[in-house]
């Protein structure tokens, strides 16, 4: 209990007063409970985006920490987010990842069959036994789509996620302008950290003029981030995009003409996407699969039909390596109890509003109203093609 009192105190911090949490934090079995229920289960989590599940009977299943999930298209045209596990003895239903096929879902075990809402619709070889079939059917979570992204809410009680984003609506116009209608979804990959860890670092750029110096520094140099705006709820930081010296990201000048500036976008509990110049609105997800794995994953939406790819995608892959690498070592550190965590610095403003995310969500702390950078809003609005 000492540890929550802890993380109380640490998460509630404001800018220039904030410390990193206690190490505890992320490796602690208690904590991951609470976080289950109360952040996983209680709020909206991304899943996928809608484009990928355009047909029929296309899905997606997940797992959303412990919960298994599987998003279906019904012959109706509806999304629904269905429980994935079979109501005869558990086993999974739909293939974890993306599959295709009908809109029922059949238990590759003993065949029991459910229709696309979840009713259960036969079993085979009942025998003497009278199945209650309506006591049977496949609990439905709450699904919503927010500019082409899909979330689910495990226990239904999340406030509508739409009212929550509104603030963002005009950074997504600027270069999305509602109007996203392809995607793309890579294989998720697992790292050994804790999911925190994993999120804070998609979410901060204070990092990539160390870990990233032969990536991502080329391209969005540290010295070009500015904190946009944010609370608890959603953040924005706001980098230069800037033309990379010829060399081995010579190609980017070409193939994406990466000028202007992107906005860096962290929804907690487990999303972070980057809007590029171009209207390119990439992300990663970061879920838990314990205390000390993370499931992640990578992907995007656009307006247009150039999906990030080859060279691109090559670039996604090198730069996620370094930050896998690096999150995996910061999780090592955690078992330390001789210290502690030090101050954060300006640029990890972006992980303090997430902190006060976490003592939203586990202690009903209240977090600090939404902060907006008058100066960099002015630049921003400066560099905005006429
Ligand atoms: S576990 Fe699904 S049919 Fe038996
Ligand atoms: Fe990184």
Same mark, same amino acid.
């Given at each position: 209990?000492?540890?929550?009192?802890?993380?109380?105190?640490?998460?509630?911090?404001?800018?220039?007063?904030?410390?990193?949490?206690?190490?505890?934090? !992320?490796?602690?079995?208690?904590?991951?409970?609470?976080?289950?229920?109360?952040?996983?289960?209680?709020?909206?989590?991304?899943?996928?985006?809608?484009?990928?599940?355009?047909?029929?009977?296309?899905?997606?299943? %997940?797992?959303?920490?412990?919960?298994?999930?599987?998003? =279906?298209?019904?012959?109706?045209?509806?999304?629904?987010?269905? *429980?994935?596990?079979?109501?005869?003895?558990? /086993?999974?239903?739909?293939?974890?990842?993306? *599959?295709?096929?009908?809109? @029922?879902?059949?238990?590759?075990?003993? *065949?029991?069959?459910?229709?696309?809402?979840?009713?259960?619709?036969?079993?085979?070889?009942?025998?003497?036994?009278?199945?209650?079939?309506?006591?049977?059917?496949?609990?439905?979570?709450?699904?919503?789509?927010?500019?082409?992204?899909? %979330?689910?809410?495990?226990?239904?009680?999340?406030?509508?996620?739409?009212?929550?984003?509104?603030?963002?609506?005009? !950074?997504?116009?600027?270069?999305?302008?509602?109007?996203? @209608?392809?995607?793309?979804?890579?294989?998720?990959?697992?790292?050994? /950290?804790?999911?925190?860890?994993?999120?804070?670092?998609?979410?901060?750029?204070?990092?990539?003029?160390?870990?990233?110096?032969?990536? =991502?520094?080329?391209?969005?140099?540290?010295?070009?981030?500015?904190?946009?705006?944010?609370?608890?709820?959603?953040?924005?930081?706001?980098?230069?995009?800037?033309?990379?010296?010829?060399?081995?990201?010579?190609?980017?000048?070409?193939?994406?003409?990466?000028?202007?500036?992107?906005?860096?976008? *962290?929804?907690?509990?487990?999303?972070?996407? $980057?809007? /590029?110049?171009? +209207?390119? %609105?990439? !992300?990663?997800?970061?879920?838990?699969?314990? $205390?000390?794995?993370?499931? $992640?994953?990578?992907?995007?939406?656009?307006?247009?039909?150039?999906?990030?790819?080859?060279?691109?995608?090559?670039?996604?892959?090198?730069?996620?390596?370094?930050?896998? =690498?690096?999150?995996?070592?910061?999780?090592?550190? &955690?078992?330390?109890?001789?210290?502690? +965590?030090?101050?954060?610095?300006?640029?990890?403003?972006?992980?303090?509003?997430?902190?006060?995310?976490?003592? &939203?969500?586990?202690?009903?702390?209240?977090?600090?109203? @939404?902060?907006?950078?008058?100066?960099?809003?002015?630049?921003?609005?400066?560099?905005?093609?006429?």
């Amino acid at each position: 209990m000492d540890l929550l009192i802890e993380l109380k105190e640490k998460a509630t911090g404001s800018a220039g007063e904030a410390r990193a949490l206690p190490y505890a934090a !992320y490796i602690d079995d208690d904590l991951y409970e609470l976080e289950r229920k109360q952040i996983f289960h209680g709020d909206w989590v991304f899943a996928c985006n809608e484009f990928s599940l355009k047909a029929p009977g296309d899905k997606f299943a %997940f797992n959303i920490a412990g919960e298994p999930v599987v998003i =279906l298209r019904g012959k109706d045209g509806e999304l629904r987010a269905l *429980s994935n596990a079979c109501r005869h003895r558990g /086993t999974l239903l739909a293939d974890e990842g993306f *599959s295709s096929g009908t809109s @029922n879902l059949v238990c590759p075990y003993h *065949s029991w069959n459910y229709t696309e809402d979840g009713a259960l619709r036969g079993v085979p070889y009942p025998g003497n036994v009278e199945i209650n079939k309506k006591a049977h059917c496949l609990p439905r979570f709450a699904l919503t789509v927010w500019n082409g992204l899909v %979330f689910v809410n495990i226990d239904g009680k999340a406030e509508p996620l739409e009212e929550r984003l509104a603030g963002l609506a005009p !950074y997504i116009e600027y270069n999305i302008n509602g109007e996203v @209608n392809t995607g793309t979804e890579d294989k998720p990959e697992y790292w050994d /950290t804790n999911w925190k860890l994993a999120m804070e670092n998609a979410m901060e750029s204070y990092h990539l003029f160390k870990v990233h110096k032969p990536t =991502l520094e080329v391209v969005s140099p540290t010295r070009g981030v500015t904190y946009l705006e944010g609370s608890a709820h959603w953040s924005i930081t706001a980098g230069e995009a800037v033309n990379p010296l010829p060399g081995w990201l010579g190609w980017l000048n070409r193939d994406l003409q990466e000028e202007g500036y992107y906005l860096l976008i *962290s929804l907690p509990p487990s999303f972070v996407g $980057v809007i /590029t110049p171009q +209207g390119l %609105f990439g !992300y990663v997800v970061t879920l838990p699969d314990g $205390v000390g794995r993370c499931y $992640v994953r990578g992907g995007s939406v656009s307006r247009n039909l150039r999906a990030p790819r080859g060279l691109f995608k090559k670039f996604i892959d090198k730069f996620l390596e370094e930050d896998k =690498l690096i999150s995996e070592r910061a999780y090592k550190g &955690m078992t330390a109890r001789a210290t502690a +965590g030090g101050q954060l610095v300006e640029l990890e403003r972006i992980v303090v509003d997430f902190h006060q995310y976490l003592a &939203m969500r586990l202690f009903d702390a209240k977090p600090d109203e @939404n902060y907006k950078c008058q100066e960099a809003a002015k630049r921003l609005k400066a560099a905005e093609p006429a």
